[in-house]
């Protein structure tokens, strides 16, 4: 529920909306365009910022001397399929065995995954954990019951489709070691797609993984460099496990805990940076997978967003700037998406069945050029570092992927009304890249043979 500020804020601005729509319509309706334009403007200027600020290389710390003892945290709910390929994968992280400890986090009615995690022989320092029944039943919550057992000084959190660089875990440690100031609270790895070979939806696949592209090797980068706070990604973030212990763990309740917890944590005093090894996953395919994910990540960001707008004490202006261009520009385009492209091609069509020029305000067509030159400069540039391609068609196919934001948006609104804590599973498959391995080394053998 908002809070009394929240609530005075609301009702103010619905009043002077309502007022303005009764005494001066026109008027009022300009202006609500103006404001929309110079939004849209503001966020094409922060993305060319934030493209600057991430051309910037930070030097490479000396290696940790001594390496700390390392947690590995892997929540899992419905995942018997995939599971022991996230075993076969976190054996292979290049980490001294007698500083790792981990736990694969099972729900206690989940039977089929707890029978695949019984047979597959998992590594010493990776043992089952099972999460007893009570609510919330989220990943967040599972996550704190493995806090709570975890030993080491160092915690990372890995999902069920994860395929993380060997080396990431070392990365991580060095950085750490290397800052000296102690607040250095969390890094975050970058998170890069692999498309499924035989995937039957290549335009969601495409545009999901250049949307990763941008937010992982532009944006959240850009905003480390500049001393900024920033939404977490679920999976992949490495913690001091103090400073993680300090702000009270995860937000059970809270569907994007992840976002929620980049904020707490600078609101603590903490600092977040990146890290550069990638962990690679498989996007969630087809829309019916697709939109769940996507209502609950929208549905987050709003809870994110209430509760760190309740107080504005400890967030200072660079964290409200960070909550405003991350969270609530998230929010205001995932609503006005579609939208504006059904405006603009409502207006084309009046205009070409009335035989009549179309017509438009000089700056509006500057903020919607400049808009999508800034969206698609992003992606461009992320899709690079990611070695991903990006093509002039898939950059004109990419507003029809924009709009369906509009739709999770909507999809989001009323699952925050009807079940604000139900946590939307993503559905997780066995990733084929594997398969192929398996297949080409059975072939080595054979022709050796």
Known sequence: MPGIGQTIVILTLAGALAFGLQVAPSLTGLFLIALAQFVFLGAACWRVLLIMASRRVDPDPAPAANLPRYTILAALLDEAEVLPQLVERLDKIDYPRRKLQGFLLLEAHDHATQAAAAACELPA???????????????????????AAATGDLITV??????????????????????RSGRLATLQAP????????????????????????????????????????????????????????????????????????????????????????????????????????????????QTWGVHTRSLTDLGWRGLLSLVMTLGLSLAAAAAHAPSLAWVVATVALSVAAALPAEAPGFALTVLFVGMAAAWANGKIGAVRAGLSY????????????SLMSLAFGHAVWRLAKEPFAWDKTRHRRDPAMDIAALAEVDAGREAA
Do not use: C
């Open 191 to 302: 998170l890069r797609i692999r498309p499924h070979a035989e995937s039957t939806s290549p335009f969601l696949d495409r545009h999901f993984a250049v949307e990763y592209a941008a937010l992982f090797e532009v944006t959240l980068p850009a905003m480390a460099r500049l001393g900024l706070p920033f939404p977490l990604g679920g999976t992949s973030n490495h913690f001091r496990i103090r400073a993680l212990r300090a702000v009270g763990g995860w937000d059970a309740y809270n569907v994007t805990e992840d976002a929620d917890l980049g904020f707490r944590l600078w609101r603590s005093g903490y600092r977040l940076g990146t890290l550069r090894l990638p962990t690679w996953e498989t996007p969630p395919g087809e829309i019916y997978d697709w939109l769940p994910q996507r209502t609950r990540w929208l549905k987050g960001f709003m």
């Open 391 to 402: 093509t002039v068609f898939d950059m004109l196919r990419s507003p029809a992927y924009w």
């Open 158 to 179: 890995y999902d069920a489709e994860d395929d993380p660089d060997p080396m990431q875990l070392r990365e991580a440690a060095t950085r750490f070691s290397g800052d």
């Open 125 to 147: 320092w990776l043992k089952v954990l099972i999460v007893p029944p009570g609510g919330p039943r989220t990943k967040p919550g599972a996550l704190n019951l493995g806090l």
